[in-house]
């Protein structure tokens, strides 16, 4: 598999960076319905996939674009959600990083998928300016899937960027 190496550090698994937050919804969180808002959802995505950003540039990062976004089920007031992120693609100063969300039952334990969406950040260098970041090493079979859907998906942003008037 070719990797996208923008920089000459020396690469980092998928793994070193992986990311696992619980947070509870609480009634604040919450609409009229009981169930957490959209924007408070995408709030602790941004948390989870910066703190993975950042465990795999170990430099200032910050959050380029949130793409492909989709909320399968709601969330219910007083239930856990499990927040997992991992930087899977790098390119030269970007990162995208996968987040998926779960719900979970506090008393049954009957876990949910929620969310998921995909965040690109850019590290940063001293001056603000974007800076080099490790090649990111896929190597289960899923993480090498992963690795090339986030290029598609590169490849895909880039070519619609171009095509707008
Ligand atoms: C993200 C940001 C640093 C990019 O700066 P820039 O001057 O456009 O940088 P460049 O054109 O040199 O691009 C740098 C990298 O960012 C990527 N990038 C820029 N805009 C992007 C976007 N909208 N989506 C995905 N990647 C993007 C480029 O593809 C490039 O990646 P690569 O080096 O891996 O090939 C700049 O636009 C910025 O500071 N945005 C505001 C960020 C912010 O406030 N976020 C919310 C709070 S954290």
Redesign the pocket.
């Known amino acids: 598999m070719a990797q996208d190496k923008?920089s000459e550090l020396p690469g980092k698994p998928v793994r070193e960076s992986y990311v696992e937050m619980v947070q509870i919804v609480r009634p604040g969180d919450a609409n009229a319905l009981g169930i957490a808002f959209g924007g408070t959802v995408v709030a602790w995505m941004?948390m989870a996939a910066?703190v993975a950003a950042l465990r795999h540039a170990r430099r200032p990062?910050?959050?380029?674009?949130i793409?492909n976004l989709s909320f399968l089920s709601p969330i219910q007031v007083g239930e856990f959600v499990i927040i997992k992120a991992a930087v899977h693609y790098?390119?030269?100063?970007?990162?995208?990083v996968g987040v998926w969300i779960e719900s979970e039952n506090p008393l049954t334990g009957e876990r949910k998928e929620t969310t998921h969406g995909y965040l690109?950040?850019?590290a940063?260098d001293e001056q603000?300016?974007?800076a080099?970041?490790p090649p990111v090493i896929p190597e289960t079979p899923e993480e090498k899937a992963r690795y090339e859907e986030a290029k598609r998906r590169?490849a895909y942003?880039?070519q619609m960027?171009e095509e707008r008037p």
Request: net charge positive; aromatic share 4%; no cysteine.
């Open positions: 923008g941004d910066a990062v910050v959050t380029a674009s793409d790098t390119h030269r100063t970007s990162m995208e690109t950040f850019v940063l603000g300016r974007p080099p970041v590169r942003k880039l960027r």
